[in-house]
Antibody
């Protein structure tokens, strides 16, 4: 059974930094692209970032480009999202999501989410 | 950037058919995927590649895609279908994943 365990969410001040983690199990992690998707309180889903299976290609939403960095450790089966220069509008639940087969660009498994609150 | 437009809300009586649309420029040329999100829970993939269902998703849920509109159809609606539904595509021109704004399905 695929399991994705998101963690690292916290209360942080504007301008601060935070690193999210997603521990994966139940599948061959190194074979699948992974993504982060967020949801602000009471709002819809917003794609944040994606990374290829091997980690060589990364993609970012315009709203986070230059501030967030996605990475993965295929030896440890962990996905990361390093967030810096955080803004109030980054407040959201962040979900990690596993893509389907190569080139599928849909998300067939999701973590439970971790809450990031940016506030002074 | 590419935009997907969904109606904010759809209401339907139990046992009837709900239709949720997802509009986008020539969206019929893209693969559309659909997610169901119940309150307080993570999204769940219910339709991929326009009309395929993951294992465990009932046949009452179906999808289609043509022209400028993709559609999620839920037949014989049940109380448990009440949720938010999101469509999603990959925009190749920008290398971005795009979600629609979401539709809240209310079962009357």
């Amino acid at each position: 059974e695929v399991q994705l365990l998101d963690s690292g969410g916290d209360l942080v001040q504007p301008g601060g930094s935070l690193r999210l983690s997603c521990a994966a199990s139940g599948f061959t992690f190194s074979n699948y692209a992974m993504n982060w998707v967020r949801q602000a309180p009471g709002k819809g889903l917003e794609w944040v970032s994606g990374i290829s299976a091997g980690g060589g290609s990364t993609y970012y939403a315009d709203s986070v480009k230059g501030r967030f960095t996605i990475s993965r450790d295929n030896a440890k089966n962990i996905l990361y999202l390093q967030m810096s220069s955080l803004r109030v509008e980054d407040t959201a639940i962040f979900f990690c999501a596993k893509e389907g087969p190569v080139g599928a660009f849909f998300f067939d498994s999701w973590g439970q989410g971790t809450l990031v609150t940016v506030s002074s | 950037s590419y935009v997907l437009t969904q109606p904010p809300s759809v209401s339907v009586a139990p046992g009837k058919t709900a239709t949720i649309t997802c509009g986008g420029s020539n969206v019929g040329r893209k693969s559309v995927h659909w997610y169901q999100q119940r309150p307080g829970q993570a999204p769940v993939l219910v339709i991929y590649y326009d009309s395929d269902r993951p294992s465990g998703i009932p046949e009452r849920l179906s999808g289609s895609n043509s022209g400028n509109t993709a559609t999620l159809t839920i037949s014989r609606v049940e109380a448990g279908d009440e949720a938010d539904y999101y469509c999603q595509v990959w925009d190749r021109s920008s290398d971005h994943v795009v979600f629609g704004g979401g539709t809240k399905l209310t079962v009357l």
